[in-house]
């Protein structure tokens, strides 16, 4: 059983009583962590399967946090190997960074609104350096990809990319549903979240209440497409995310999808400095 399986059988409440922040994590502890499943009072422990039963031992998620800490550092470890031997200044033009013959083993580009600065063995983002090993991991596998043709605005949804069917749900779970809950019935605080970070209005023919087009990397446009609810109608406020055709160019499915969930926590950390 995964995560998301087995967030389905708790209330969805994030209470806490089990001693996590949310439903999501303390799934991700049991599933993954092999901690005990009766840490929720609301959990039906009599129909959860074999190997999740009732005397676990396990450390939760500061076992799961441990060992994916250990394989994202070595991740970054093989993507700096990567961009060793890239030629930066061919390279520029099809990220869509800035490169100078002064600083030739740096790459210029802009990553939700904020400077970073990039060379072949340190990344800084608004002159600090980066805590967070998956961010190194998507900046630098985004120049590893080694870039190709601007997006031409041809929009898809992540269900229409290759071999991305288990990709779909986590990127409702951390995105869509997220800010679909988080702006329902504020429309316009995140159409001017989405500009804060560079966003721009989608096409005018678009039917959402909210369109706009954020450049999460120069190359990886996200089409942001907001409905507000809809009360008499039965109509919960949803987001949709689009990607260019050919985003795939520039990133790989895993890193698109935290890509999404990026710009998710970017816009609510906004909303949330703003209240």
């Not at 002159?127 to 997006?151: E, K, S, T």
Request: net charge negative; glycine share 10%.
């Amino acid at each position: 059983m995964n995560p998301l399986e087995f967030v389905a059988l708790t209330p969805k409440s994030n209470c806490g009583r089990c001693g996590h922040p949310t439903c999501l994590a303390f799934a991700v502890a049991v599933t993954k962590g092999g901690a005990a499943a009766s840490g929720c009072p609301f959990i039906d422990l009599d129909n959860l399967p074999p190997e999740l039963g009732r005397d676990r031992g396990g450390k939760g998620l500061q076992a799961v946090d441990r060992g994916q800490e250990e394989r994202d550092m070595a991740l970054v470890a093989h993507l700096k190997s990567k961009v060793q031997a890239l030629d930066f200044s061919r390279l520029a033009h099809r990220l869509g960074a800035q490169w100078t013959q002064g600083r030739p083993d740096e790459l210029c580009f802009s990553y939700l609104g904020r400077p970073v600065l990039l060379d072949r063995t340190h990344i800084q983002v608004d002159g600090q350096g980066l805590v967070d090993p998956r961010d190194q991991i998507l900046l630098y596998n985004y120049v590893a990809f080694g870039g190709g043709d601007p997006p031409q605005g041809n929009w898809v949804g992540m269900e229409s990319l290759p071999n991305s069917i288990s990709k779909v749900r986590t990127l409702a779970t951390y995105c869509e549903q997220r800010l679909g809950d988080l702006f329902c019935g504020r429309p316009a605080a995140l159409a001017d979240l989405c500009r804060q970070v560079g966003g721009v209005p989608g096409p005018a023919e678009q039917s959402a209440d909210v369109g706009m087009i954020v450049p999460v990397l120069p190359h990886v446009p996200i089409y942001l497409l907001f409905w507000d609810e809809d009360p008499e109608d039965g109509f919960e406020a949803r987001v949709k995310v689009l990607f260019d055709q050919e985003v795939m160019d520039f990133l790989d499915l895993e890193s698109l999808v935290f890509a999404a969930e990026r710009l998710a926590d970017r816009l609510i950390e906004l909303d949330t400095h703003e209240q």
